[in-house]
Nanobody, 127 residues
């Protein structure tokens, strides 16, 4: 059974860091584009970052550029989102998603329809 599991969320003070992990089971993440999304209470889900299937291309929302870094470790079948300089407005449930589309192999698009989704992990930035 194909599953994605996020972990690494938690409570952090403004300016702090967290690293989210997205571990795949039941399939191999190689060649899948991976996206990170978030949804804050009362707001629509938004794309945060994505990495192409070949790992050569990444994309970031303007709100996180320079603070977040997406990476993948195919040997561990895991994708990471390193989040630095966290702000109150980064508080949300963070989801990872995967898609095998050839269209996302060389470049990813935050607005693409990703096929497989994890259950999410809560990130709370609070003092």
């Amino acid at each position: 059974q194909l599953q994605l599991a996020e972990s690494g969320g938690g409570l952090v003070q403004p300016g702090g860091s967290l690293r989210l992990s997205c571990a795949a089971s039941g399939f191999i993440l190689d060649w899948y584009a991976i996206g990170w999304f978030r949804q804050a209470p009362g707001k629509e889900r938004e794309g945060v970052s994505c990495i192409s299937g070949n790992g050569d291309s990444t994309n970031y929302a303007d709100s996180v550029k320079g603070r977040f870094t997406i990476s993948r470790d195919n040997a561990k079948n895991t994708v990471y989102l390193q989040m630095n300089s966290l702000r109150f407005e980064d508080t949300a449930v963070y989801y990872c998603a995967a898609d095998p589309s050839p269209l996302l192999f060389r470049s990813c698009v935050l607005g693409a329809d990703f096929s497989f989704w994890g259950q999410g992990t809560q990130v709370t930035v609070s003092s």
